[in-house]
């Protein structure tokens, strides 16, 4: 069963759907994708939406439990509120993943207080997703660095560098516990990870629902028809998903 690792529930769509992903859910099912990390997207944009947003995915999963796995995010200038909020979705929601996007968010990996929230997904083994790719908070490098400095915590590159910094992504991923998302790359850099890192540290995702528009075919059709074997293809599309969310709390 494909799991699609980077999927948002998106601003038209809670502006249009409010809660419900009925329409959402068309989209992906087209192509056999049955389940999702789903993002949020006005917790990335909007500082005073965090808690409304995660809230909003906590809703929606526990609606459809089977198909979704929510990923909260918070504002680490919010400093200690945003502390109190990563705590609340572990603890209280069940939230399983963390995601950050510093580039959009417009904060430094260096923050004291990214430094406490990634001490504290170690501790309670929640895994870290970043988009990555983008200068000059989101390099692949940086997210290296704060791999070295939590070896506890399992921390995921959300792009693999995209189209400019894959090749820094490739090395990244010699720490052990820094993983990749195969999403918005090229073809060349899917390959080049299948063959040059530990694929069973590798997933797949399509970013889909910023938009209303269907992201899904074109990135599903990117991974398979890339050189990849077969089998390296059904472990990033099903086998990792699943293992990486027992490996959390």
């Known amino acids: 069963m494909i799991t ?5 529930f998106g601003i038209p769509w809670v502006d249009r759907d409010g809660d419900n992903p009925e329409n959402w859910l068309k ?16 917790n990335i944009y909007r500082e005073k939406s965090v808690q409304a947003d995660n809230d909003r995915l906590a809703r929606i999963t526990k609606k459809y439990p089977e198909t979704f796995t929510p990923v909260a995010s918070v504002w680490p200038q919010a400093e200690q509120d945003s502390v109190t909020e990563v705590l609340r ?4 929601l069940n939230f399983k993943l ?3 996007h510093p580039w959009i968010q417009g904060f430094s990996l260096a ?8 001490d504290i997904a170690g501790q309670y083994k929640v895994p870290i997703i970043f988009h990555d790719g983008t200068p000059c908070y989101s390099l692949p490098e940086q997210i290296a660095g704060l791999a070295r400095q939590f070896p506890k915590t399992t921390f995921i590159l ?7 910094a894959w090749r820094s992504a490739l090395e990244a991923m010699r720490q052990p516990n820094i993983w ?24 797949w995702g399509s970013d889909y629902g910023f938009s209303l528009i269907d992201s899904v075919g074109y990135r599903l059709h990117e991974l398979t028809e890339a050189r990849i074997p077969v089998p390296i293809i059904e472990k990033i599309l099903t086998v990792n998903p699943t293992r990486l969310l027992e490996m959390s709390y």
């Open 4 to 8: 699609d690792c980077h999927t948002h």
């Open 27 to 42: 989209i992906p099912e087209m192509y056999g994708v049955k389940k999702f990390y789903l993002y949020g997207h006005y």
């Open 89 to 92: 979705c572990i603890e209280e």
């Open 98 to 100: 963390l995601k950050f």
């Open 111 to 118: 923050h004291p207080t990214m430094k406490k929230i990634c």
């Open 158 to 164: 959300g792009h693999g560098g995209i189209l400019w």
């Open 180 to 203: 990749t998302m195969l999403c918005g790359s090229t073809m060349l850099a899917f390959e080049m990870f299948c063959e040059k890192t530990d694929t069973d540290r590798l997933l």
